[in-house]
Structure formats: C-alpha cells, structure tokens
C-alpha cells in the first residue's frame, strides 16, 4: 500500500515540477452539415431549403440532386425530412425522376440492405429507366453489405451524370486496390493514383452521394500504400459531414488520427482525437503523439490528467512498449515522464525525479530492475552538464548488471559509459567501451541493442583520438542506419539511448569534419549533397505534404509507427504498409556513390559553389579548375557570420553590396587564392538557395571574374542524352493565362485558360509559360503563417495551391509533364516558397528565368522570349548570357533543373 501511495504521487511531483499548464484542445474542423454542390450553387439538406429552392432548379440539377436526397433520407438523421424529399420526387414527370421516387420508397421503407435489394429488382422490371437506376443502387448497397462490386460493373452501369461523382469514386478505388499489388510506387505510378483522386483530394472536393458505402474501404488502401495523409483527408471528408454517423462510418473516422500520424502530422493527430471517444488504446496514442510533436510539458500534463494508472493498464501490460522495448508498466511510463522533462530542456528537475525513481520496484520483460534503469537513465541526462557523475553512475550500474548477468542492461550502461568518457574528454576508455558493448547481447536480446548510439559515439570517440583517421565504413554504416528511419529528438533520446545532442547533424559534422581533414573533400561534398536531397523529400513534422512529395516521410513513419504496440489492436489491427510500399521507400534516396560529383563528371574549366547548413554554421565548397582536373575546397562559416552575411552581400542586390562583400574577404581567403587567375572565360555555377543567397562573384573573384553566374537546382550533373538538357526549349510559343496578370507584360504571350487544370490536372504544357504575378499573403487573418504547400497563386477566380501542383501534376519532363522554361517576378522575403516552386519544376527538368522588377529586368527577360521566338527553341542559355550582361549584375537569374553536363 506504502508502495501503492508512492507511485501515484509520483506523476504529481512531475507536474509540480514541470510547471505544466493544461493541454490546449483545438478541434481539426468542425461537423459540418451535409452540403450538395450544384456547380453554382449549394443546398444544404439538413436545413428546410430544398423545397423552396427545387422548383427553381433545372432538370440537371434536380437529377443531380435526387440520389442525395435518397441518401440523406434513408439516414436516421434524415428520417424526419422524408416524406419532404418523397413529395419532391412524385411531383416529377422525368422518367429518371420518377424512377428515383419509387428508389426512395425503398430506401425510405428499410434500413435492411438485403430487403432493399429486393425492392430495388422489382424496380429493375419497371422500365428501361428502371433496369439501369436499379441496378446502380443494386451496386451500392452490396457495398454496403461488404461485398466487393468489381469497378467494371459500377462503370457499366453509370449511364447518368449524376451518377459520375460515385462512379469516378468506384475508380479511384480501383486504381488503389490494384496498387496494393504494384511491385513499384515510381512518382509516375503514383499518379495514376493522384489523378483520379483529384476530384476527392483536391480544392472543393466532390461528395458523391453513398460515399462511405462505396469508399468505406480506400483509405486503408491508401495507408497501405504509403499514402496516410491522403487517407485522412479522404476519411474526414467522407464522414465530416454526417451529424449522426453509423457504425461504419464511426470505424473509418476512428482510424483518422492514425493515419494523420503515419503521415508525421502529429500535432493534428492529438487535435483529432480529441473528437473521439478515448479508449485505452486511443488515449496511449495519444500520450505518444504529444511526445513524437516534442510537445513534452504538455504530454507529462497529460499523463497526470489521463492518470497513470489508465496509461498502464493491466490490459495492455502484455504490449511491448515502444520507448524503452520492454513490457508496458507504470515504471517505465515514470522514466519516460522523467526524460520528458529532460527534453523539455529541465535538467534539474529531470535529476530530482529520477533520483527518486532509483528506489522503485518493478522488473522490464527481461526481468531487470527498473530502479538501475533509473540510475542510468539518471547518466545519460548529466553526460554534459557532469560527465563524471555520469560516468561514476553507469560503471556502477554495469558492474551491477555484469554480476547478475542482466545483458540489455550491461549493454546500454556501457554505451553510456562510453560517451561519458568522450565527454570527460578521454576517448580512447569510450571506443573501449563502444567496442565492448558490440559483444554484450545474446541473439536473442538483440532488438533492445541502441546500435546508432553505439556507432556515433565510436565515430566520435574516434574522431577524438584521432581526427585523420580513415572511418569511411563506420561512416557508411552509421549513414545507413539514419537513411532507413524518419529522426525525431525523442526517439533518439529515450529509445535510442543517445544524448540529447547526438542527432544526424552531430554525425553529418563528424563525418564532414573527418572526410576534410582526411584530404577527401569530394567525399565529404558528396555526403552534404546526399543529406541535402534527403531533406528534399523527409519532412519534418507537420510539414509533410503528401502526395509522391511526401511518400518517403509517410512510408518511413508508417513502418516506424508499426513498433508501437496500439498498431496490432483495434482500430488499426492489420493495416501495414505493402512490401512494394516499403521498399520503394527506401529506393527514393540515392545509392552511395549514385549520384556522386566527381572531377571527371564536372567540365574542368568552370568553377562551382555549394553550401550546406550544419549545425553550428554553414559549409561553402567551391569546385575549381586545377592543373590535370577540377579541385574542391571549401571554407566554414560561423552562425554569426552567415546571418551577417545574408544582410550585407545579396544576389538581388549585386549592383549595390560591393562593399558588404568585401567586409567578408578574410572569410573566404581561401577560395579567393584558388580563384586567383583569369576567370573572364569561365562561367560561375551556383547551387540555388533562396535562405542563403549571396554574390559569390563579389565574395571570391577579387579581379577578372567569370563572364556570367548561373544557377542550378539539383547538385547533379545533367545527361545530355536520353533527358532534357539543362536549359532546351524544345517548343518556342510563349503562354500566359488569361484570368490574371501575368510575371511580365509580353505582347507575343497566347493567352491560355485555367491555370489550375494546367498545372494540376497534368495536361500538355511544353513552352514557355508567364507566371502570374499574384499570391496570397504568407499570413493568414487569424495571424498564423500559412504553410507553403498551401499557399496559392492568385489567378483571378482562381487559385492554384502549390500543394495541388505537386500532388496532381504529371511527374514527367517534357512537352507532357511541364514546361521548357517558367518566366517569374523575383518575390521578396519568402525563401521557403521560392525553393518549392523551383523544386517543383526543377524535378521535372524545367529551367526558370527570374527577373527584377525594373526596367532593365523587363527589357532584359523580354529580349530573351523574343530570341526563343526567332531561333525556333534551341537553348536559353546563350540567350540568357547576351541579356544578362546587358543588364547587370543580380537583375537576371537563371534556374537550370541541374549541372549541365
């Protein structure tokens, strides 16, 4: 019972401690009422507005509307409006009309699916009408029943236009129950999948009538192929709208958090559970949903608040616990509310609860004592703040554990063992250790090892001794490792077993650090460009945009996510991604070596600037012609001077900064010696970053600098045969659209209509295309910074979201998939933007050509369209070079997809 007191009080002392306020809820988006979109116009059938408003309907639209009337009647919520919608129906001689009212006795008759079906064969053997309306509602309720309607049949059948919306439905989810058995998810493959669910997906989404009956089954499908985000959207919309939803329907919006968290949009997973009813199992996802958006205070309010005791209930205490690999227990739920306050940046007050935690009773799954997991999880907070203390706590505990043969115990205390002694700056006692710890685990314990921990501290310990050494295969291996998971802090932290610090950026930085001081900077260029494409397509929480942008983001969480224990129960019990699904995945990044630069790949007479963000500052490599082949060096800029230098030495204004950029000559000595000579023949490659843009011409070439600059999007050299190359305009017309003020007033642009079917219904739009100078305001009026994904290009009515570019747009080059050249305003102050939308056309081998808004930009762009028009296509970039030096410095800019090889 003294036991009993202890434990409970403990969770209070954790809020005490934290001094944590109560969780905010914020609802996803309201119910709203069901709605049917009659192109210019909506009813709203749960308000006393259809009669008024049928008669003056047209024939079409009372067509339209019928089958939702029959939906929304046959509902409980709907009962009380049936003999409404009934005498709508009789009062009609249409002989669709007609048909639909003697369907609506039926339907408004029973709630039975089978006696429905009866009903509706007896109507079949009407009229013509009859057989084919029939038969489609025949269709819908064997969905109902759960009986799989092969798609042929639907589309036999649909024969009206009112039935279009649910037969385009029937369709998408046949494309998405064919998926399952792909071998392959190619961004090509995943727009069969995006373009018929567009109409569902996108902006002002179809409702078709019948909806969770006949669709009921594709978001999992979705999920199953590593589509969580899009699977979400289509639940909520296909249940979002029912005041009262039916059991089915409560099913599939049970599952909706779920699939929000696959897709790592955690934030939005804790907002829509908060609708839900909370069972044990939703209300420990919830917990691990807090803690995975590094909502840590929030999440130790939420455990006193849901109370320990509902968190590990017995009946869950067979379930592996994701955290800590062990059974689920309310000892390890103590630990991990002790780390949570460590995460959440409280190293004090993490100490005071774990001190008082080293007492407690209670034995891990492999019959280990939780107080000595206490004791080194107690280490693994102080390896900073006092490495001896930690160091002193973890021998003990791995003397302890060595004496009674507790393996995973001795395992992990001697890897924490190891970085204390890196951080009591005694290396060479840590690769001992790390080494040691290799050997530890019996096979059968060697899912509890923390193999990331274990190699970076080696690496780092290494590192230490012995800063020249040649790790390559410890580097390979510990890149591995992150590249076959998505990182999050307190994974690494808690799960992990790593210190706080010791994230991808610390390895990305021990491994650059021992690449360059080994004389392999091609190597260490090559990692840096590697983790850069990744970040291209992992996102970081909350930010995933689905669609084949975010498949890797999505497929990497949806296996992670399959470690916790609540995935194998209700209401996610056997849902997991394909093993196509999977592997895909993993193929989206580049093999080692695949796409590396080397001297022979780059032209050996021009010169080529990178940089890479790191923790800590910034890397600038520059490749430059040396004696027999290209040489790279690079400099490293400090925090401080990199925000500096992003005020007083821009690109946009190259003209103007001269002496903002000689103020940081000393910072970039070494690649001025190297950039000594006559460059006057040479142009100057730059890898395009809108966050950190400066005149590398100023900043490197003190004299006789190279004749242009161009820039590139992809750190990868171009083929020049069997893919566009950088910079063709293989179709010389120029297009415009004709519903909003275009990037540039050219008098040879052919005006074209709906920019938003252009671009994102993946119709044929090779040329040269103008693009509209509007876009919506980066801050929403609620004060919130839109996210980019959402914002949208102003396009008179209408409005293209960046988001539905990537998701709908076709993912081929050339005249099917995009346009040879985007003509564009340089936009101010929304780098986040500006490196999507180059992204999002360099993937598809489109160039841009950005321009001031001045004169000399005008007049230079414009002088570029007219030499396209003359010469019949070719090449923008000899175009390009003749405007730009006409122009000045920093007033024209082109984009090139890649290195042109």
């Known amino acids: 019972m003294k036991q009993q007191r202890f434990r409970t009080s403990f969770f209070l002392i954790i809020a005490i401690l934290a001094g944590i306020q109560t969780v905010e809820t914020r609802p996803l988006g309201a119910v709203a009422e069901p709605r049917v979109s009659l192109g210019d116009r909506e009813i709203s059938l749960s308000?006393?507005?259809?009669?008024?408003?049928?008669?003056r309907l047209s024939l079409a639209d009372k067509r339209l509307l019928a089958p939702y009337l029959i939906e929304h009647g046959a509902a409980p919520a709907g009962a009380g409006r049936r003999a409404e919608f009934q005498g709508l129906l009789d009062s009609e001689q249409d002989a669709f009309l007609a048909t639909a009212s003697r369907i609506a006795t039926v339907y408004f008759a029973t709630g039975d699916a089978a006696t429905r079906i009866k009903g509706l064969q007896r109507v079949q053997k009407m009229s013509a009408t009859g057989r084919n309306l029939g038969a489609f509602f025949v269709a819908v309720e064997n969905a109902r029943m759960g009986r799989k309607v092969p798609a042929a049949r639907f589309q036999s059948i649909c024969r009206?236009?009112?039935?279009?919306?649910?037969?385009?439905?029937v369709k998408l989810g046949s494309v998405v129950e064919s998926a399952r058995a792909w071998k392959s998810f190619a961004s090509k493959r995943l727009y069969e999948i995006m373009g018929p669910g567009r109409p569902f997906l996108g902006r002002n989404p179809w409702r078709p009538p019948f909806y969770s009956a006949v669709a009921g089954r594709i978001p999992e499908a979705l999920f199953s192929v590593g589509m969580p985000l899009e699977a979400a959207i289509l639940a909520e919309r296909m249940t979002g709208s029912l005041p009262n939803p039916e059991k089915r329907d409560r099913a599939i919006r049970a599952r909706i958090p779920y699939y929000l968290a696959a897709a790592a949009d955690f934030d939005s997973a804790v907002r829509f559970s908060d609708k839900l009813s909370g069972d044990g199992v939703l209300r420990n996802a919830r917990l691990d949903w807090l803690i995975l958006a590094g909502r840590y205070r929030e999440a130790l309010n939420y455990i006193t608040k849901a109370g320990p005791a509902s968190l590990a209930n017995r009946n869950y205490a067979g379930d592996q616990d994701y955290w800590s690999g062990f059974s689920t227990s309310r000892e390890e739920l103590q630990l991990r509310s002790a780390m949570l306050l460590y995460l959440a940046g409280d190293v004090k007050k993490s100490a005071e609860a774990l001190e008082r935690l080293t007492g407690i009773r209670g034995r891990t799954s492999t019959n280990e004592p939780a107080g000595q997991y206490a004791r080194l999880r107690l280490a693994q907070i102080l390896l900073r703040e006092n490495p001896a203390l930690a160091h002193k706590l973890a021998e003990d505990v791995t003397y302890i554990a060595q004496a009674n043969e507790w393996h995973v115990l001795e395992y992990r205390a001697t890897v924490i063992d190891g970085w204390a002694y890196i951080y009591m700056n005694k290396p060479y006692r840590g690769v001992i250790n790390f080494i040691k710890a290799r050997g530890i685990l019996p096979a059968h314990?060697?899912?509890?090892?923390?193999?990331?921990?274990?190699?970076?501290?080696l690496l780092t310990a290494r590192n230490r001794m012995n800063a020249r050494g040649n790790y390559s295969e410890l580097i390979k291996a510990i890149n591995k490792l992150l590249q076959r998971r998505p990182y999050n802090e307190a994974v690494f932290a808690i799960r992990e077993w790593a210190p706080r610090e010791a994230g991808p950026d610390a390895f990305l930085l021990e491994a650059v650090r021992n690449y360059n001081l080994r004389g392999r900077r091609w190597d260490a260029l090559n990692l840096l460009i590697e983790y850069s494409y990744t970040d291209q397509y992992f996102?970081?929480?909350?930010?995933?945009?689905?669609?084949?942008?975010?498949?890797l983001t999505s497929a990497l969480w949806s296996q992670e996510l399959q470690e916790f224990a609540y995935f194998g129960r209700s209401p996610m019990r056997g849902l997991a991604l394909t093993p196509a699904a999977a592997k895909t995945a993993r193929d989206l990044l580049p093999k080692t070596g695949e796409r590396n630069l080397s001297p022979r790949s780059l032209n050996k007479k021009q010169y080529y600037v990178f940089s890479f963000a790191v923790k800590g500052g910034r890397y600038v490599y520059m490749i430059h012609p040396g004696?027999?082949?290209?040489?790279?060096?690079?400099?490293?800029l400090k925090t401080h001077v990199e925000h500096n230098l992003k005020r007083a030495c821009?690109?946009?204004?190259?003209?103007?900064?001269?002496?903002?950029?000689?103020?940081?000559?000393?910072?970039?000595?070494?690649?001025?010696?190297?950039?000594?000579?006559?460059?006057?023949?040479?142009?100057?490659?730059?890898h395009y970053n809108p966050e950190f843009d400066p005149d590398y011409k100023s900043l490197i070439f003190a004299s006789r600098p190279p004749a242009e600059t161009m820039h590139f999007y992809h750190p990868r050299v171009l083929p020049k045969k069997g893919t566009r190359v950088a910079g063709s305009i293989e179709e010389s017309r120029v297009y415009r659209s004709d519903a909003c003020s275009s990037a540039l007033n050219y008098s040879g642009a052919l005006s074209v209509s709906d920019l938003d079917a252009r671009f994102s219904e993946g119709r044929s739009m090779g040329g040269v295309w103008l693009w509209p100078r509007g876009l919506d305001a980066r801050?929403?009026?609620?004060?919130?910074?839109?996210?980019?994904?959402?914002?949208?290009f102003v396009c008179g009515q209408s409005r293209l979201r960046l988001w539905d570019m990537d998701r709908f747009g076709r993912p081929e080059s050339g005249k099917a998939g995009s346009p040879d050249l985007i003509v564009y305003r340089r936009r101010a102050g929304d780098a986040g933007l500006d490196r999507a939308f180059a992204r999002y056309f360099a993937d598809r081998g489109s160039a841009l050509l950005e321009f001031q808004a001045s004169p000399k930009g005008e007049a230079g762009t414009t002088k570029v369209l007219e030499g396209i028009g003359?010469?019949?296509?070719?090449?923008v970039i000899p175009l390009f070079r003749q405007s730009n030096r006409q122009a000045g410095p920093g007033v024209l800019r082109l984009i090139l997809p890649g290195i042109p090889g």
Do not use: M
């Open 650 to 686: 821009t690109y946009a204004k190259a003209a103007q900064n001269r002496a903002g950029c000689a103020a940081f000559a000393n910072e970039f000595e070494s690649l001025r010696k190297k950039a000594a000579g006559n460059a006057s023949r040479s142009t100057l490659y730059v």
């Open 779 to 792: 801050i929403t009026k609620s004060g919130n910074v839109r996210p980019v994904y959402l914002r949208k």
């Open 627 to 636: 004696k027999r082949s290209p040489g790279v060096d690079y400099v490293f």
């Open 539 to 551: 996102f970081r929480a909350g930010e995933n945009p689905g669609g084949s942008r975010g498949f």
């Open 160 to 169: 009206y236009p009112s039935q279009r919306r649910l037969c385009q439905l």
């Open 445 to 457: 314990l060697k899912q509890h090892g923390a193999e990331y921990s274990r190699l970076l501290g």
């Open 47 to 55: 308000r006393d507005r259809v009669a008024s408003e049928w008669p």
């Open 870 to 875: 003359k010469r019949g296509g070719s090449n």
